[in-house]
Each structure stands twice: as C-alpha cells, then as structure tokens.
C-alpha cells in the first residue's frame, strides 16, 4: 500500500526509483493518500502497475500502464481483496512479465519500451511537481486570498454586519413564535402560512 511510502525520506526514496522497471501499488480504494511515489518514478521510465484510485484513476489508461480493480470502493470486503490479488497475479503472470521479457533480435524489449516512452510523454508533464503548486494555487490559494480581501473590506464591515445579525437574533429569539400556521399542498410541495403565496414551501 502507498501508505507506507510516507517511512521514507528523500534519500531511500532516490534508491527505489532509480533501480525498478514496475512501480506496483495496491490501496484499498478511496484510502490511496494522493499517489506521488508513483509520480515520481516517471522520469525514469519506471511503469506503474496500480489501483484506479488516487492519481492513477485520473492519470491511467492502457498504453502507459496497468490498472487494477474497477475504480468503485468495496470497503473491507475480503472477497474482494481475494479478487483483486488474483487480478494482480493475473497481470504480472499473462502480460506485464511476458512483454518485460518478450526482446528483439538485439535484446530490446520493444512493446516494453514503447509503454515505456507513451509513459514519459504523457503523463510526466501533467504529474509533477509544477502541475501540483500551480493547480492548488489557482484552485486554493488565489481563491482563499480573493475571499479574505473581500471578507476585510469595507473596515470589515461584513463581518460586523454578521455579527450583528446573530446579536439581534440572540437578543430576540425568545420572542419568536408560531401563530395560526396554516399548511396546503399541491402535486410538487407543501406551502406554510395562509395561502400557497405563504410564509414558506417545502418541495
């Protein structure tokens, strides 16, 4: 699982990706942290082989790796995990191992070689580093800051009128009570007060 990823420090980390030809990552689904040891395996050439959860259900399709399971959570269904190990092995056994091992006439194992590169190109610019501080600062970041100058404008001033609107409440709330409510209703909802132009609907 990819959470044990998170005991090793950069230097283990350098070790691992640098020596593997498969990266192989079996989560339960939805537990998968993020995915960023598979990530960074792409620069050197390295294949993932990994459960459609994280960013490998963003990222995978067939010409750049192997999937695992059906991108649905099954929970701590045992049955299931039983299921997805046989998957597992099926892979390894009738296609990831054969094509790592199937070579040319000069030793070259071509198809390997082309997910290989269909890997590199597709998917390294798109999963990295650049692409994570961009997109949480476009989508977090600038949103966040865009929001507290808003929310301090005006000397504060909506948070002061917030504020005052929960005093007022406060201060009146044991006045507030229920007179003659009437209810009526038609095919799509029920309407509170004395007409269908009431006090409230309910759909």
């Not at 994570?132 to 009128?161: D, F, H, I, S, W």
């Not at 409440?169 to 269908?196: A, R, V």
Request: net charge negative; charged share 20%.
């Amino acid at each position: 699982m990819d959470s044990w990823a998170l005991t090793y420090d950069l230097l283990m980390a350098s070790y691992l990706v640098e020596g593997i030809d498969l990266w192989i990552n079996t989560p339960r689904r939805p537990w998968e942290a993020c995915g960023t040891s598979g990530m960074k395996v792409l620069v050197n050439g390295c294949l993932n082989l990994s459960e459609l959860d994280g960013w490998w259900a963003e990222a995978w399709h067939a010409d750049v790796g192997w999937a695992l399971g059906d991108g649905q959570e099954h929970d701590a269904d045992t049955a299931w995990d039983s299921h997805e190990a046989d998957c597992l092995y099926d892979l390894l056994e009738q296609q990831v191992i054969p094509e790592f091992y199937q070579r040319n006439a000069h030793g070259i194992p071509e198809d390997w070689i082309g997910h290989m590169r269909n890997s590199m190109a597709k998917l390294t610019p798109v999963y990295s580093s650049n692409r994570m501080v961009r997109q949480y600062t476009e989508e977090y970041y600038l949103p966040m800051a865009r929001a507290v100058r808003q929310r301090c404008a005006g000397n504060l001033a909506q948070a002061k009128a917030i504020t005052a609107w929960k005093a007022t409440l406060e201060q009146h709330w044991p006045s507030i009570h229920f007179g003659n409510l009437k209810t009526t209703s038609d095919e799509s909802s029920y309407y509170f007060g004395s007409s269908p132009n009431g006090v409230g609907r309910l759909s």
